[in-house]
């Protein structure tokens, strides 16, 4: 490797591991597009989608545990809904993973799309409240806990991903965890879901282990900075910072997908986006006790 390649490697990896720590995420949602398009931008040669798949699944691992260390000592982290959704995370993602050699990089950039644009949707459905409830007193439906995590660690582990950009908005809607614990806990699953993924890619022969450590030592120090700055912002913040990423994510990679799904499904979403923004402005208001609507969720 040249050095301007390990050092745009390094910068790629700090950016990730600080949005992992920031957003509870393990960076893969924005790594695999910097990873496919950056390169090329400063005139390197460009890095295929399933070389940035597997060096994202060691980086999403790495962020992910340096953020989980901040997250734990904030206590945001639910020990219960680890181990359901770890457990069916990682069999998805060992499966996910182990075939992901079998499939072909356009298969896995569309793979990558679809659940981008799923987690987009989702993120922008309004929620009734958002109690800021203590991690003891969280009660949720362990066997659907378990089912999602299964599917998005099946399809996580197909093309690197630790899962958290569509791990989160499920929480907050499906099971309806509060936004901190469901930050929190996300970094946690996505640590088991990366290591499952890394296993099944590495036993494969997947990982060009030079270029992905160069990526690990940006994403250490990243996740650090971005998880003592979480804690510092307001719920409402953390929803719109993650929206906003997932949002221009999906737009992107279905731009490269298809130019005519892309305009059609940017036009969807500002339709979608204004039909939330005049639904708020019409509901009554709540007493002040009630907790205030988010804008994006």
Known sequence: MTTLLLFVLFTLGLIGGFFSGLLGIGGGIIMVPLLLYVPTLIGLEAISMKTAAAITIVQSM??????LIVHKKNNFVHSKLIIYMGSGVVLGSLMGSYFSNQIQGEVMLGIFATM????????FIPSKEDEELPVESLKFNKTLAFIAALLVGLLGGIVGQGG????I???LHVLKIP???ALGSSVAITFLSASAGFI????TGQIPFEMALVLVAGALIGAQLGGHLSNRLQTASLRTILSLLITFT??????ELSPIVGYLLTLG?????????LSSKTKPKHSQQQTPQDPFL
């Open 62 to 67: 790495a962020g992910s545990f340096s953020g």
């Open 116 to 123: 981008a644009l799923m987690a987009t949707v989702l993120m």
């Open 164 to 167: 958290a950009f569509i791990l």
């Open 169 to 171: 908005p499920l929480m």
């Open 179 to 181: 936004t901190r614990i």
């Open 200 to 203: 099944g890619k590495w036993g």
């Open 250 to 255: 999906a737009l992107k990679m279905w731009f």
């Open 269 to 277: 979403l500002v339709v979608l986006l204004l039909i939330f923004f």
